[in-house]
């Protein structure tokens, strides 16, 4: 089932311990785009300048992605983002934003972004996300990323937007903070007993249905999936040298939304998220080993699934049980 | 196999965000002890004071524990540690600590503690560590704690301790700290590649071995495996509410270690290692439902092998591959 993803493109001048680089392509559209394009089509929705070309967009097309609803700005600059990573990449400080054709973004999706089956809503004002949202009311699986900015200085609006999808993937620690509860599993059944508003539903001929599925991001740790149905949580790839971490957590959620469009005929079962956030693990896992989109672009889809099954057996015991003096 | 430990054997008094207890039998040994009984005989050597009684050590008989090597320091204290943790319990600030007995502890092992095939050095100073661990030349595995601090004031000694023994279990950051290594596995790899000069080794009889086995504790996050042979990860046993954390590495010590003794007639392989790591994470996950050794003293085997079986199938996924769009 086609894509639509509605979010940043970027920038990104960066530096960690293990070098740096100017004005690479960026932004939480274009890394959720490049990896979600390894299991679907995928329509880009957002905004760049006048200094975005045709080599930037090529990186996009070359992985088969849909750009015509990339909104060139006549005059406008292409949000600029400049950070730096320390010794343990944990930490990141950001020295420079500069929003340029970002500041006033209102998405304009074509019919085709319209029609598409499965939603991702990047990091963008939630206000925005909902807007985007209603554009695809019967679209059938609908996933939403967010950011601590958001939560304190636009709560209710985000709590609005996180009641319209199916699936809302976020830092663990934004979990904690949005629901003000510390422990992740109580957090994410918290957010999984929030639904629109039964008359607001009725309104717009909705069924009340609010998020099924909560991702929690855990960095070098790896993610934690709650449904109604379980708990699962898988370790992040064991890399010996991580060089560059930006961008990581929309490339996740492209393997994960991705997988999920690439199997349109399977209920929304646990056993089908696992695998997604097996996918999502290993995509993630590749993103980290080089700078910005360096090493996606000329990743390969044999290389994922030898990752998968290394993936598989870094998990597998045997549960056997021990008789114990009880 | 019978397991000794030495360790400290305290009194903890704790506040958390659930409540607070006064004087709490503690310690590395009492928590590592209680959780290994559920495997196999363990020896216990550490001091206590005269204000140590019969009640205590009644709580360690109760579950077979052999406390014949429990000094009684006439007009000695026994070790006191004062703790609160913080909202989200990751952050502890220590507001007493008084070693009493356990300052100038030198630890004194009868003919049946030397006699031990499985050892654990609970974090004590790691000279004292290396030497105990002379006194059982012949054990057939041997593990390691230490902390912070000796890392800060005695890391010459506690290279060497770690050296001498066969499994290294530390916290994720001190294992980072001891390495100047910023990632898990680089810092893994490091202290796998540490062994005992040879001619010390020679001197002493020993084929100069060296640790093979390096468990990094995550905390809520759960616990990750290096060895030569490869990479393991477990998330921890999701709870709803933890209690009291103190004690959980020593508790998840004990399960690792207990589950190894218990297996006598199998090679030291990464299936074994993971069986115990999963017993390990299990112990660790009942003993922080409620404060102290409140929970793991009525615990049963049957609640251990359940816990097991449900840790098992949330780690589980499909690791079919996916014809992807290379």
Redesign the interface.
Known sequence: MPITVVGSIAYDTVKT?FGERERMLGGAAVHFALAA????DVRVVGPVGDDFGERQLAILRTR?VDVSDVELVAGGKTFFWQGEYG???NSRETLDTQLGVFEGFSPKLSENSRSSDVLFLANIQPDLQLDVRGQLPDARFVALDSMNLWIDIARDSLVRAIESVDCVILNDAEL?QLTGK?????AA?EVLSWAPASSEAHAAGERPRGPSVIVAK?G???A?LVTRE??????AY?????IDPTGAGDTFAGGLVG?IA?HPDEALTD?LL??A???ATVLASFNVEEFGTERIQRL???E??AR??E????????????????
Chains 1, 2 share one sequence.
């Open positions: 311990p394009s390894f299991f679907d088969g010794w343990d990449l904690r510390p422990n992740l599993v109580s059944r855990q070098e740790y790896g934690a379980g708990f699962f949580a898988l370790p064991p890399l010996e040298t991580v997988y690439a056993e696992r695998r956030m097996a996918h390969s889809g044999e994922i699934a998968i099954q993936l598989h057996a870094m998990t597998q015991f045997s549960g056997t049980p021990l008789r114990l003096r009880g």
